[in-house]
């Protein structure tokens, strides 16, 4: 695994707000974070000198030409932002040939703050502050000028953070919490905010976790053995926001989840496979159910009960609107942004035509314009206090920074391609993760031991909580099993599944895939109420007191998530278009079941769309009508001849007996699982494969048979997990691969993929059938058909997945290649049993093949 560039972060956050009177002057620090060593210890942060950073701001909502004036100023020595008039503006901050987008709104004044908590977790920790309270404020009503009346002041120093015991809890210069005592149940830290001028003192409960203190570990039912953690592939289930009330529920999910799994045929090949499984489950409660809402929403119809106003409102931005041959409301809030407050602009499209921006027009309606001015929020909601600090979707204030800052233009000229260049990367700033991300919260999660989610994180609170575990029956810390290694493979890595007692709709595999995190039901609206009806300024979440939960939903999504596990990519399309240049790359996509068109690409011509068939790495799988695993390293043997001696175990020498009587040609290929779990392109060369072996000898007594090969005396060792196994071939004694001969020879001659539909620009979320194939029956359900499909890794096109229906991209099972893949990791011996009953062809290619 690639150790994570240094990245660039700015102090407090990147969605800022500045007040003209009332409040102390706004200060930020840029600073680098980079792996420290060794990488279990996290991330070093350092501030940036004075002098080397720029700042360079940009009006979006004045009128092109004017962009440019009235800007506020950075001082680049003192770190201080000044401003002289209210409004809304974006910058891009840089050092050197790191950035960071982010957004500037400036206010009269400050009218009112509160927490944006009801209580918080955080950990305990003799140097790292982890977890950081939420600090909202409303500001003055500024007629004209765009800006929000409720803004987040996280970090802003405008609040004094003051603990009630120092020998309790230490707030950092950040506004961190670090726990220095761990709190004991009903009895909180007490933590006192005071804005000088604005009211008196608010108070704040603190819990604090000893994460690493070793935590309980039970089996669950069904053949779990702590005895075999080595041997097998073990599962573990956490939960996240079930409160003590709600254990019977984490109990009950988890054991339905686990029967459905692996007995449901849907999720094939869980079941054939689950004698190579441990199930086990962790509790540990939560103070709230529910997970913390990184988005805001755009207010539903409200009503008022006892003095509150309760509504439902929708994630920003949404994709729920649009779509097709239109814009989505995510697609337009990418490219224009979100509207300002109050905003009375007429004709809008011509508007962002002539301001840079790009887009369009003919995917932009009126019901989508309309749409997009009402895609505004009044206030935050509150995060939620949950034990390992999940966050649903992203707030604009959590950014990631980039290489290659953009050169701001000298001014703000007609047709200047510098000037567009300039507005594309400050717009960056409203492209967010999609609302369904679910991931570790960089509130809760401290930037000295939390990076960017898709980067490996070994050091946070959840991974020192699973390293912790340990069952009691007999005593044994057992959690090293789901801890990353990049230099070893382990059989356990990312079979964690992180259970968040919460409606909303939310999954994502994290942390370079090991740990897979999803909600209980697939809920789009938010219940949300706030504590006055006629302020609107506490927004809260107001979830059912007991979240009903979609079962086959969630068994679904761990089954899904548990497939990134696996090294599949997800085979859905998500974004329009090919995903800009990375597709122009000639390396291939890591993914086991993706590939590229700047990999796959017949010719050397950029807007070439052939693809080579002989570079599609599935296509080298073998269909196998006998199949073992090694239990040792093999040994090289000389009598009665030369030849190579493999342990198997004594389950099925039978068969080999009689692949030695039919005389059957024998393959061995070396165990080749990567670190990562990546296991194609498959090694041919010597070490690793071979190729025209036969059975010399079965010694059922001994559990091994020897293999020879003509003219070969002296074997390359095949390590312990190297499977061997017998072809399957056709009448012509030809070896069969998952991709049938008469589908591969189209590929061949026409290098398109095989979708019926070509569309490669608009996303398609349903199952694509193949075009009609000569001389080919496909199965009854021909999207079952392998060969290779446009579509893939969230990308309408350029993207490349197996078959046209999958469970990586839609609720149903997995393609043969994905249970091949994962038959391979867990115990190649099913090959044949997972050919014989799922590789999907017509009867009449099977009766070619008998």
Known sequence: MAVPTPDLLLFPHCDLHLALTGAPPLTVTLATREVAVPMANGYTVTAVPPGQCVFEFFAPFKDKGHRFDGLPTYDSTTGRITATTPGVFLFQAHVGTQYL???????????????????????LDTTVAHAQPSLYAKFSDDAGAGTDLIGDITGHGYVQLVPADTRQLVVSPTGRLRGVLPTQPGAPWVLSGLFPGLGGAQLLNVWVVDYAAQHALTSEAGGSDPATLADKHNVLFLAEGFRDQDRAKFDALVTRAVHEMFEKPAHEPYGMLRGSFNVFKSFTASQQHTVTCGYRVAAGEERIEAGQAKGTGFPIPSNQIGGGPVYTLEELVRRVGLPMRGDQRTNLVATWQAQDLDIDPAKITDGLVNA???????????????????????????????????????????????????????????????????????RRHPPELYMDPSELNPATTLMRYIGSLKVTDPPAAVGAVWQPDDQKYQPSRGLVALIANDG????????????????????????????????????????PADTEVNFDEVIDTVSHEFGHSFNLLDEYEEFRGDGGPDEEKPADLPGDNVSRLGFLRVGPAPDDRHIDPGKVKWFQLPRISTAAALLADSVNVTSPAAGLKLTIGTRNTAEWQQVQKLAAEVRLRNFGIAPGGQQLPLDITPAHYLEGLSVAQVLPGEGAIVLTKAGTTTFPTFQKGSIVFVPLKDKQHQPLMVVEPEVLAFLRANHNPLNQDPNHDDTNPKEDNPVDIPDFSPPCKSARTIGIYEGADTFAGAHYRPTGRCKMRMETDFCHVCAWLIVNRVDPTFHALLDRKFYPESKAEKKKHE
Do not use: C
Request: hydrophobic share 35%; glycine share 10%.
């Open 504 to 543: 909303l709709d939310g999954g994502t595999n994290f942390n370079v895939r090991t740990v897979t995190a999803q909600t209980v039901n697939t809920v789009q609206g938010v219940a949300y109420v706030y504590a006055n009806a006629t302020d609107k300024r506490e927004l809260r979440r107001d979830p």
């Open 101 to 123: 987008v982010g957004r500037l709104q400036v206010h009269r004044s400050v009218v009112g703050w509160w927490f944006g908590n009801d209580s918080i977790t955080t950990a």
């Open 372 to 442: 997009w001015k009402q895609h505004q929020s009044i206030g935050i909601l509150h995060a939620r206090d949950t034990f390992f600090g999940l966050r649903l979707g992203q707030r604009l204030a959590d950014r990631f920074s980039g290489n290659g800052p953009v050169a701001k233009p000298a001014a703000d000229t007609v047709g200047d391609p510098g000037v567009k260049a300039f507005v594309a990367r400050l717009y960056e700033f409203y492209r967010t993760r999609s609302t369904r991300n679910l991931v570790l919260d960089p």
